[in-house]
C-alpha cells in the first residue's frame, strides 16, 4: 500500500516534472504531471527605448496573445540600479542581441533565466487532490487550477491542515486552533 506510517506525513513542496521521486506504483503520478511552459526572464539593466515616439513608457508593458510572433509577454521595470533601471522581461524564445537592441536604446547588463515556470493549461481541465495517499500530501496540485506564489500558500496551508489532520486523526480541522496549537508548541521548546 502507498499509505505513508501513520506516525509520518510526506509532503511534496516542489512540481513532479522535475523532482525525480520514485513514488508507490499504486500513485496515479500521471493525473499529478502536466506539461509546463517554458518561459524566459531576461534581466536587463538599462535604457527601456520608446515605444512612441516623444512619450514615456508606462512601468509595465503587458500583452496577451495567442500567436507566437510578438518578442515578448511582458516588460516590467524593477526599479532604479546604480546605472540607469531594471527591466525583466519574459519572453518564449530567448531574444537576441539584435531584438534586444531594438527595444533597448542602452543595455549595460542582461542575464537570462530559462525556466519550466507554469503548467500549460487547458479546457477542461481537472485538478488532482491534495492528498496523494494516506499521509503523502502534493502542495503543488493547486498549479493546475492556477500558477502563482499566491496559489503556493493557498496549496501549502490546505496540505499542512490534511497532514495535522492525518498525524492527529480528527475528522474536521479548526485553522485556528491548528495555529494556537502550534504557537504554544513553539512556546514550549
Given at each position: 500500500?502507498?499509505?505513508?506510517?501513520?506516525?509520518?506525513?510526506?509532503?511534496?513542496?516542489?512540481?513532479?516534472?522535475?523532482?525525480?521521486?520514485?513514488?508507490?506504483?499504486?500513485i496515479d503520478?500521471?493525473?499529478?504531471?502536466?506539461?509546463?511552459?517554458r518561459t524566459l526572464a531576461t534581466f536587463v539593466n538599462g535604457i527601456l527605448a520608446p515605444l512612441v515616439p516623444g512619450e514615456k513608457n508606462p512601468g509595465d508593458i503587458l500583452t496577451?496573445?495567442?500567436?507566437?510572433k510578438l518578442l515578448f509577454s511582458s516588460i516590467g521595470m524593477k526599479g532604479e540600479a546604480d546605472k540607469d533601471f531594471?527591466?525583466?522581461?519574459?519572453?518564449?524564445?530567448?531574444?537576441t542581441e539584435a531584438q534586444l537592441n531594438k527595444l533597448f536604446s542602452k543595455i549595460n547588463d542582461v542575464k537570462v533565466v530559462d525556466w519550466l515556470a507554469y503548467p500549460k493549461?487547458?479546457?477542461?481541465?481537472?485538478?488532482?487532490?491534495?492528498?496523494?495517499?494516506p499521509g503523502l500530501y502534493y502542495v503543488n496540485a493547486i498549479e493546475s487550477a492556477a500558477s502563482a506564489?499566491?496559489?503556493?500558500?493557498?496549496?501549502?496551508?490546505?496540505?499542512?491542515?490534511l497532514a495535522y489532520q492525518y498525524l492527529e486523526k480528527v475528522d474536521n480541522?479548526?485553522?485556528?486552533?491548528?495555529?494556537r496549537d502550534v504557537r504554544n508548541f513553539r512556546e514550549e521548546l
Open positions: 500500500s502507498s499509505g505513508i506510517n501513520a506516525e509520518y506525513g510526506v509532503i511534496i513542496a516542489t512540481p513532479l516534472h522535475n523532482a525525480e521521486l520514485d513514488l508507490p506504483d499504486d503520478q500521471e493525473s499529478y504531471l502536466k506539461p509546463f511552459q496577451v496573445t495567442s500567436k507566437d531594471n527591466y525583466k522581461i519574459f519572453s518564449k524564445e530567448q531574444l493549461y487547458s479546457v477542461p481541465d481537472s485538478v488532482p487532490n491534495f492528498e496523494m495517499a506564489i499566491e496559489m503556493s500558500c493557498i496549496g501549502s496551508k490546505n496540505v499542512a491542515l480541522v479548526d485553522s485556528g486552533k491548528v495555529c
